[in-house]
């Protein structure tokens, strides 16, 4: 099988973005799954329920070229818990968790998982995804109260 990368998300509305981001995992492990979170607001009130189903966001991973497993997750516990029971040589992360605790950091240390930070060099966002979706979408209903 070779290296065995994880990288983990939500993957809500999966977009530009997404898929930099799992081309560039790729390019640093053979066999790459994607840990993927059912919904991040269960245990952490800071962050977005996702608007797609989990199915939604499972068809779209399993259709993406650089993907080769999906394990689907729920709470930050699952995640240091797939981090321990998968055989894992590399962990990737986003550029914004270096220098900072994460979950499944002390899981990395204790199987001598490498971890690796991606470079974001782009601007695109589940954010500003939403937010755009939200601008068109007022744009039309006041275009058709217009009429």
Do not use: W
Request: aromatic share 6%; hydrophobic share 35%; charged share 30%.
């Amino acid at each position: 099988m070779g290296r065995v990368g994880i990288t983990a998300s939500t993957f809500d509305l999966l977009h530009a973005g997404h898929v930099m981001m799992l081309s560039e995992c790729k390019k640093h492990c053979d066999f790459l799954i994607c840990a993927l979170q059912n919904d991040p607001s269960v245990d952490r009130d800071t962050k977005n329920a996702p608007v797609q189903s989990l199915v939604e966001r499972q068809i779209q991973l399993a259709a993406c070229t650089f993907v080769d497993d999906i394990v689907v997750y729920n709470t930050e516990r699952d995640l240091a818990d797939i981090m321990i029971a998968l055989p894992i040589d590399v962990r990737i992360l986003g550029v914004e968790y270096d220098g900072k605790d994460f979950t499944g950091k002390r899981e990395c240390d204790k199987k001598n998982i490498e971890i690796i930070y991606n470079s974001r060099d782009h601007s695109f966002s589940t954010t500003q995804l939403r937010t755009r979706v939200l601008e068109r979408e007022r744009e039309r209903i006041s275009n058709l109260k217009e009429y």
